[in-house]
């Protein structure tokens, strides 16, 4: 990884966990978690970033696929900052 990526993760990092701070100060507890991931869709938006909801990936183990998996959101994908 170079120091173009390090510095752009970093930030999505901060940007990400300020979301994420914001969304559960704002809605306090007790919601379902559908709930917390719709409102944290809404304030990465917000914030302008791109968002991806239901993202399913295989699961590979030294070359096997050993299941899939549905990640509730995916921010900013690393292809994104290619330039």
Known sequence: MDAN??????????????????????????????????????ELRLRGRAVKTEVGYSVMYKGATVGDFCADLIVEQLQTIED
């Open 5 to 42: 990526e390090r510095e752009f993760l970093d930030g999505l990092v901060q940007e990400t966990v300020g979301a994420a701070y914001e969304v559960a100060n704002t809605l306090g507890a007790g919601f379902l978690e559908s709930v917390y991931r719709r409102a944290m869709l809404g």
